[in-house]
């Protein structure tokens, strides 16, 4: 693979990330020229500090209500094409060892650089052609062809796929370069907003938050409609933890958090049993039995954690159950892009084919993986829609060349 001067290709993908390189792969494979730009020096490098390291590149579930999108049913077709199933086919005829964690997250045993020289080895016996470290500074369209004018020279390709990604981890090279892009040629986007990212909360709120700081605990946390079941992590600055992050890309500004601190525990009856069992303990030694020390008193008022069991009132236990199954809390913001995952929004779906992720409106034109108003759940499934996206567009490029 080497960087290149001018020239024709079938093809040429910006962005050397997830899904350009298996549409890259995908399209050579079926005897397409390929040319792959990116501003990195390396290609895959979001692949690479993924999961861990060991990049967690799929999930064993993955279907359409994994996925956020304006059009829930957009993704489904690309989905159906290019599953889970079939992306661990091509794991396993790599020899890649992986494993299963819990909510059918698989990750690699060893390292996510299998997975980027996995995506690399068809790039490289197809005699795709790499230009890193490139800058694009203008696309237009003219004629049947598309003009590509980068710092390293003009290229021109009868195909253009757009795989720049979203706004996430700007420290990585992220930018809005692909939403760009879409406008100038009068596509609609939805606006972006940083996804599957940590809470941020400020005054008093902040200050009690900050006393936990690195407390975990396993909770169900609500909002709009939407909960999750997982471990809420807190933090210098608020609140984290897959469930906290999966549950922020339902949460707007404004809105409140409902956390469920005892999930499939009768807390009301938990008091019960031990106002019978122990009626001169006090609320706080009986709670830290069921919750971390440092938390207990942060929920309840210094008065009511001294007294007894067998003093408080029935409609006290009741409040006090309500509480622990319906924490409030309502953040000020995120943290951004800085620490987001992934990126809500992109590129309208109502504007591309969802068989092909071709424009509509600008034939040859193609939008694939994060830059795409397509969202996954946390645990694996951007990484599919970024396979699954990637593999449409490299299917369709070949099919219509």
Request: a neutral charge; glycine letters at 10%; aromatic letters at 8%.
């Amino acid at each position: 693979m080497h960087n290149t001067g001018m020239g024709e290709y079938d093809v040429v993908i910006v962005g050397a990330g997830a899904a350009g390189l298996m549409c890259a792969g995908t399209a050579a494979m079926m005897g397409q020229s390929v040319l792959v730009i990116d501003h990195a020096e390396k290609a895959g490098k979001k692949i690479l500090i993924s999961g861990g390291g060991r990049c967690n590149f799929t999930n064993r579930f993955a279907g359409p209500g994994n996925f956020l999108s304006a059009n829930p049913h957009f993704c489904k077709s690309a989905l159906a094409r290019f599953s889970a199933a079939d992306f661990i086919d091509m794991v396993e005829r790599a020899g890649i060892a992986w494993h299963e964690r819990k909510h059918g997250q698989l990750f690699c045993d060893e390292s996510a650089r299998d997975i980027l020289n996995m995506l690399l080895a068809p790039c490289r016996d197809a005699g795709v052609t790499f230009s890193l470290q490139t800058e694009v500074l203008a696309v237009k369209k003219e004629d049947h062809q598309f003009l590509i004018h980068a710092n390293k020279g003009d290229f021109h390709a009868k195909a253009l796929v757009i795989a720049t990604g979203g706004l996430s981890i700007p420290k990585m090279g992220a930018s809005a370069f692909g939403l760009k892009i879409a406008e100038s040629f009068g596509l609609k986007v939805i606006a972006p907003v940083a996804a599957l990212v940590p809470f941020t909360f400020t005054g008093k709120e902040k200050e009690r938050l900050e006393t936990l700081a690195g407390i975990s605990l396993d909770v169900n946390v609500s909002c709009n409609g939407r909960s999750f079941s997982e471990a809420m992590l807190f933090t210098h600055r608020g609140l984290s933890g897959p469930a906290i992050l999966q549950i922020s890309s339902f949460w707007r500004p404004g809105d409140t958090l409902l956390v469920d601190l005892l999930p499939g525990t009768d807390s009301a009856a938990f008091l019960e049993q031990k106002c019978r069992e122990r009626p001169q303990a006090q609320l706080t030694t009986v709670l830290c039995e069921l919750l971390p020390r440092r938390l207990v008193p942060l929920l309840i008022e210094h008065d009511l954690g001294e007294t007894r069991l067998c003093q408080l009132s029935q409609q006290q236990r009741r409040d006090l159950a309500v509480l622990l199954h319906g924490w409030q809390l309502k953040p000020n913001g995120t943290e951004g892009y800085r620490t987001s995952e992934v990126t809500l929004g992109g590129v309208d779906t109502d504007e591309l084919s969802s068989k092909t992720m071709q424009s509509k409106r600008v034939p040859g034109l193609y939008f694939i993986g994060e830059v795409v108003d397509v969202t996954g759940h946390l645990g694996g499934f951007n990484f599919q829609w970024a396979w699954s996206s990637g593999y449409a567009a490299g299917m369709a490029i070949a099919e219509v060349q």
